[in-house]
């Protein structure tokens, strides 16, 4: 097994894949103490990543052969090859969502996996937001009672995401590996996490002609929680002003969180609000609460936040989801 109990810095840590996402994780790596390898096929990637403090390559087995941890935060339809040969190199793995395109062999890597002790951590950031732990915190403790319905809604604009880059040619826009329903597949994690494991019932998507790409834009999709609950979820790449919203309803009461704006309330049946925080944290501090306990899996066997099969559970909601609506297979 190629798991490292050494002292602080003997981690020897990989990043496949230098985009935004690559290097905000570089940073934090290299935040927490530990040196980082990279690799990307794009030149001035590599040369970003020198610029933070990291130590490029220009070959990906490099990261293969040199790291014991890898992150991968390649394009998406790169991800379950990615983790494949990371598992198959004997690394323990963080993994970007989504954690495939596809279900077909990934149980098999799940396994090997397991049966080598690798830690297969899915990058679902939103679990590590203080809005959402809290709002975890409340409904297990019964501060809501009896839980009735969820509704989460995404609204986004997609040309806003990253300046400077071209959406329509990037992984979004592609119809099997791109689109609104594994992009932001933060929402059926969230309602997962909040309410228990969850099956789709239904969806629906459409692409509204607004961004001039090919793959779905809008989509809204039914879960049953296997407590009976349902929750409905809406995303999009076109709202503006953009919304990430969170209500849960119970007998005690409704709560309603704004994700992005870091805000919680909690009505109780009268309306009046008997819970109201915020907090003035960032998701840059998620990102790196995320990757320290990456580390803990890593050096002391703490459990993922969201490991590989849970992750596994919500792309297969993904997929029914795409399915029901006619959306092409990867």
């Known amino acids: 097994m190629a798991a490292q109990r050494g002292k602080r810095g003997d981690l020897k840590f990989g990043i496949l894949g230098l985009g935004s996402i690559g290097l905000r994780h570089g940073r934090n790596i290299l935040q927490l103490g530990q040196n980082v390898l990279g690799f990307d096929p794009d030149t001035d990637r590599r040369t970003g990543f020198a610029e933070i403090g990291g130590r490029p390559t220009d070959t990906r087995e490099s990261i293969l052969d040199e790291c014991d941890n890898i992150v991968i935060a390649t394009p998406n339809g790169q991800h379950q090859n990615d983790l494949h040969e990371a598992i198959s190199a004997g690394c323990h793995v963080f993994v970007e969502k989504p954690l495939s395109h596809s279900t077909e062999g990934l149980e098999a890597i799940l396994d090997r996996a397991k049966e080598q002790g690798l830690v297969v951590f899915a990058g679902l950031n939103q679990r590590f937001n203080p809005v959402i732990e809290t709002a975890k915190s409340m409904i297990s ?65 459409r692409n509204t002609g607004l961004l001039e790409i090919s793959a779905e834009d809008c989509a809204d999709v039914v ?72 580390m803990r899996c890593i050096t002391h066997g703490e459990a993922p936040r969201c490991d590989g099969r849970e992750a596994m559970r919500i792309l297969c909601q993904v997929l029914a989801a795409r399915q029901i609506s006619d959306l092409p297979s990867a």
């Open 141 to 205: 403790d019964g501060t809501l009672g009896q839980i009735l319905w969820a509704r989460l809604l995404c609204g986004s604009y997609l040309p806003d995401w990253r300046a400077g880059d071209d959406y329509r040619t990037g992984y979004a826009a592609d119809t099997k590996t791109g689109g609104v329903l594994f992009d932001v597949i933060h929402e059926f994690d969230i309602a997962n996490f909040l309410l228990g494991s969850a099956r789709t019932i239904n969806a629906c998507t």
């Open 223 to 294: 879960l049953e929680h296997d407590s009976g609950v349902r929750s409905v979820l809406h995303l999009d790449y076109v709202t503006r002003p953009g919304r990430r919203r969170v209500e849960v309803a119970g007998s005690n009461g409704l709560l309603e969180l704004d994700v992005a704006g870091r805000q919680l309330q909690f009505y109780d049946k009268n309306g009046t609000v008997t819970h109201d925080r915020s907090w003035r944290s960032s998701a840059d501090e998620d990102y790196l609460e995320e990757m320290k306990q990456f």
